[in-house]
């Protein structure tokens, strides 16, 4: 059974750091990318970035240089660390996994494999 759990959730204040990281299980990841979305209250869930099997990595421009996506292929896991938050951070943070780049950049909805899911809480 394919899984993808996240952890590294909580509460930071703005301007803190946290770092999120999804464990993939049940198939062999390497040949995908991975990546992240967000959902924020009453909003929809948005691109925040992705790292191919090249380890090309791309970000959503209100993310950029705050944070970093990276994978370790031989644990199967993909990080998302997180600095300089702000409270417009705060959402549930979802890992996913596709065989194409493109699918998860464009955040369409036939994206292979979600993950349940981490809150993040910016406070201001």
């Known amino acids: 059974q394919v899984q993808l759990v996240e952890s590294g959730g909580g509460l930071v204040q703005a301007g803190g750091s946290l770092s999120l990281s999804c464990a993939a299980s049940g198939h062999n990841f390497q040949d995908y990318a991975m990546g992240w979305f967000r959902q924020a209250p009453g909003r929809e869930r948005d691109f925040v970035a992705a790292v191919n099997r090249l380890n090309n990595t791309y970000y959503a421009e209100s993310v950029k240089g705050r944070f970093t996506i990276s994978r370790d292929f031989a644990k199967n896991t993909v990080y998302l660390q997180m600095n300089n938050l702000k409270p417009d951070d705060t959402a549930t943070y979802y890992c996913?996994?596709?065989?194409?780049?493109?699918?998860?950049?464009?955040?369409?909805?036939?994206?292979?494999?979600w993950g349940k899911g981490t809150l993040v809480t910016v406070s201001s």
């Open positions: 996913v996994a596709d065989r194409a780049t493109a699918t998860i950049i464009r955040g369409l909805a036939d994206i292979d494999y």
